[in-house]
């Protein structure tokens, strides 16, 4: 609470505005994250359990727990050079499966980017060296994370989709094989939309995904969800 | 009853007569070439149009064996056989007709391909997906006849393989020398992915040798990510001799195993030479090429700007901004196939959409990328939205990009002849 108060304070004194991006109430986030220690350890002695431990989560490589059987999603992440920062954990815990396809962490997101600051307050007080890690990113981080419903309800073209789906095709087998690229056949509609969006606004980072992303209108990653989600069925 | 049942049985001869007629008023497709570019169009128009055209494959090898992928073979990371595919599957499972021989004529009047074999064969479109051929006399002292003693190898097939003996013949510290193309040339980081690989071999069986490049080029794709990766893995092996330093000016000899570079003499003991490029010969038989030697497309369906009955994929077309590569042809096959099922059968076409990655290996596991997705202007298909790797990547990064090429291998080997 100290922390924030100083932190709020300094922001004044440099006529900062106040963002959601300032790291939270490390108290609340310790209630808050009652849900988490379900699965998840943190703190002296903690160990992987259904989760893996979130010691030192700052600045840890995703998917880099040595011996935690982490999902082929999460391990995907990792390699790809996602690191933990405040910015990616916020955008993971607010909707888990919009950042990693297929995680294996059964939890819906925060909404409320309030108690995800809180939660991230509190973990950094388990990170090896929480002074480094900065009270708010340097830029600012989008109030929320997410795809409005009516984007999520766009019914999308299956013979559009199909035509788009051939650019896909060069590297996501239609078999569904996923040797170093995923399967994305059968995949739930809005799993599907969601990943691709995350790709578009550059928030899951992939250079060749975000690429192709990056020219799909909302119609046509929903006609690529409708496609996709009844292939090889 | 009677009466009806005759007039089943006349009704059952009605249907029957009607596959024939139907059979003969069939729209033709015809493609030159099966590789990314023309084997793709084919499964695609055949498979998508579920029968509604008849498509006809000329290509004179049963088993084709892709270019793209050569290198890794070189370098010891792939087999040979693993580059080999057949037609099976588009002849068997989408009733692709695969003529076993070379294309030779374009009639275009009368809308016949010939074969070297004598065989005529009438279309209603025609798709020209021929790849490449070298430009003569582009590297002084060098033609097609001398191939066997500095192979191109730029084709793919049994010239990887001669080049690789060459290699693993060299002498112990001897010099292994390339002379590398001018633009525009297909796969732009591929000579350099070459050298890579080369020198993967090198260092494991023959470390003191050594490596010149003699480049005609200023600069070249992934330049900064290649000479990072050469300082790390094969450090004082390579050299490249630009045009700064000469590299323009080039003869070599075949026999003598020599490259004259600015008029001094360099011994080389085992040598790739990669010659100036020029769409495939049929393309310029069929009298759809330009002064350049490449043939001008429409950017919105890749047809040729000199017939609209012919469409050009790949290579062989002058296509703005992409790059000359396997992926390219097959992303410009998709638009195509869509294109052409919309003229010959009617249904729906949709906007064309482009994209390319180039995956390249500096060492084993250690795989960069470059890649862009483009749309059609007026006058181009231009460039949307671009990335690279950088340079200072980890490890860890590096084996998951190449494990990623790994998977492109065989996700577009598979939506070409599966």
């Known amino acids: ?36 220690a379900h699965c998840h350890e943190v703190g ?64 819906p997101g925060l909404d409320d980017p309030q108690d995800r600051a809180d939660v991230l307050a509190y973990l950094r007080d388990f990170s090896d060296n929480p002074r480094d890690i900065p009270e708010a990113e340097p830029t600012a981080r989008p109030e929320r994370y997410a795809v409005a419903p009516e984007v999520l309800e766009i019914v999308g073209d299956r013979e559009y989709g199909a035509y788009l789906s051939s650019e896909c095709r060069t590297c996501h087998q239609e078999s569904g094989a996923s ?35 990056s020219r799909l209108g909302d119609e046509e990653i929903a006609a690529l969800a409708a496609y996709f989600a009844t292939l090889g069925e | 009853m009677l009466m009806n049942r005759r007039v089943f049985l006349g009704a059952t001869a009605l249907v029957l007569a009607a596959p024939a007629a139907i059979g003969q008023a069939k729209p033709r497709l015809v493609v030159i070439g099966g590789g990314a570019g023309g084997g793709t169009v084919a499964r695609y128009v055949a498979r998508d149009g579920q029968g509604a055209v008849d498509v006809t494959l000329v290509e004179p090898n049963a088993i084709y064996h892709t270019c793209f992928f050569s290198n890794l073979y ?13 037609y099976d599957r588009l002849v068997g499972d989408h009733g692709v007709r695969h003529v076993v021989d070379r294309a030779v004529g374009v009639d275009r009047d009368a809308r016949v391909v010939t074969t070297a074999g004598g065989e005529r064969i009438e279309y209603d479109h025609l798709v020209v997906s021929p790849g490449i051929d070298f430009v003569e006399g582009s590297v002084p002292g060098w033609t097609l006849d001398d191939a066997e003693m500095m192979p191109h190898a730029y084709k ?78 094969y450090p004082g092996m390579i050299t490249r001799i630009g045009p700064d330093f000469g590299g323009g000016s080039i003869e070599v000899r ?29 393309a310029a038989q069929a009298g759809l090429t330009n002064d350049a030697g490449w043939v001008p497309i429409d950017p919105a369906n890749m047809r040729s700007l000199a017939d609209t009955a012919i469409t050009v994929l790949g290579d062989a077309s002058q296509q703005g901004d992409m790059p000359k590569s396997g992926f390219s042809a097959n992303s410009q096959a998709k638009v195509a196939a869509n294109a052409i099922l919309g003229e010959l059968t009617g249904s729906r076409v949709f906007p064309a959409k482009y994209s390319n990655t180039c995956w390249s290996l500096i060492a084993p596991e250690d795989g960069v990328k470059v890649g862009a997705s483009y749309e059609p202007t007026p006058e181009k298909i231009a460039s949307v939205h671009s ?15 190449f494990e990623e090429s790994l998977g492109w291998y065989a996700g577009i080997t598979a939506d070409i002849f599966s």
């Open chain 2, 254 to 282: 075949p026999a003598a195993g020599e490259f004259v570079v600015d008029g001094v003499v360099e011994k080389v003991d085992a040598a790739c030479v990669i010659p100036a490029q020029r769409a495939g010969d049929i």
């Open chain 1, 44 to 107: 002296p002695g903690a160990v992987d359990g259904i989760g893996p431990h979130l010691n030192g989560i700052f600045g840890r490589r995703a998917g880099s727990v040595e011996d935690y059987e982490y999902s082929e999603g999460l391990a995907r992440m990792g390699a790809d050079g996602v690191v933990w920062t405040l910015e990616t954990l916020d955008i993971y815990i607010e909707n888990p499966r919009a950042f990693v396809s297929r995680t294996r962490m059964a939890f």
């Open chain 2, 74 to 86: 070189l370098g010891g990371v792939r087999s040979y056989d693993s580059l080999a595919h057949n």
């Open chain 2, 156 to 233: 793919g097939g049994e010239q990887v393989r001669r080049l690789k003996s060459l290699v693993e013949a060299m002498p112990e510290g001897g010099v292994f020398g390339m002379v590398a193309p001018p633009n525009p040339y297909r796969c732009p980081p591929g000579p350099y992915e070459r050298i890579s690989m080369i020198a993967t071999l090198l260092k494991a069986k023959n470390p003191t040798a050594k490596i010149l490049i003699v480049d005609p080029k200023e600069k070249y794709s992934k330049q900064a990510l290649f000479e990072e990766g050469w300082q790390r893995h």
């Open chain 1, 1 to 36: 609470m100290r922390l924030f108060l100083a932190a709020f304070s300094i922001s004044l004194l440099l006529g900062l505005e106040a963002q959601a991006s300032e790291i939270g109430d490390r108290e609340r986030g310790e209630q808050l994250f009652e849900v988490c």
């Open chain 1, 179 to 213: 040797e170093g690229i995923p399967d994305i056949t059968q995949w739930p509609t809005e799993h599907f939309v969601l990943a691709m969006h995350a790709y578009r606004d550059g928030v899951r980072p992939h250079p060749v995904m975000q690429m192709i992303a």
């Open chain 2, 387 to 401: 990335f690279i790797s950088e340079t200072g990547e980890d490890a860890m990064l590096r084996k998951a990009t």
